[in-house]
């Protein structure tokens, strides 16, 4: 791997708009996310806000996933950063194109911590998890 981790940055269109204002709905599509994905969760935070519009991060042993939502306007946007090379973002990204039953999609990758062309391993060490 010449990169630390992935950086996609995800923006979802035309979204079911009672799902991007629903933090629960959020937090379970994204932690299904990135189980599905293989990341481990390690733990999550997610906001409502008044009148709609919701924020929130699934904190991964691999990183992390975050989202913003606009319901009034079927929008979110989602960053998902994986660190190594065992967990496929793109995984994720597309669980969340279901999630949000989004009709339209973008998404840019950025590889993060490119550290001078190195071949870079990354292995995780949790204790307790």
């Not at 959020?26 to 709609?52: G, L």
């Not at 042993?61 to 913003?68: C, F, G, K, T």
């Not at 994986?82 to 950025?110: M, Y």
Request: charge should be negative.
């Amino acid at each position: 791997m010449k990169a630390l981790g992935r950086h996609i940055l995800s923006e979802f269109y035309d979204c079911d708009k009672k799902v991007l204002d629903n933090h629960e709905l959020i937090q379970e599509s994204m932690v299904k996310a990135a189980k599905d994905a293989k990341a481990t969760v390690v733990e999550t935070a997610f906001h409502k806000f008044n009148p709609y519009g919701v924020s929130g991060m699934v904190v991964i042993a691999e990183s992390h996933l975050a989202i913003h939502t606009w319901p009034e306007y079927g929008y979110a946007a989602v960053d998902v950063f994986t660190c190594g090379d065992e967990i496929d973002p793109w995984l994720i990204h597309q669980s969340l194109v279901d999630a949000f039953s989004s009709k339209r999609h973008e998404a840019n990758e950025i590889p993060r911590g490119v550290l001078g062309g190195k071949n870079l391993t990354h292995k995780l060490v949790l204790a307790g998890v």
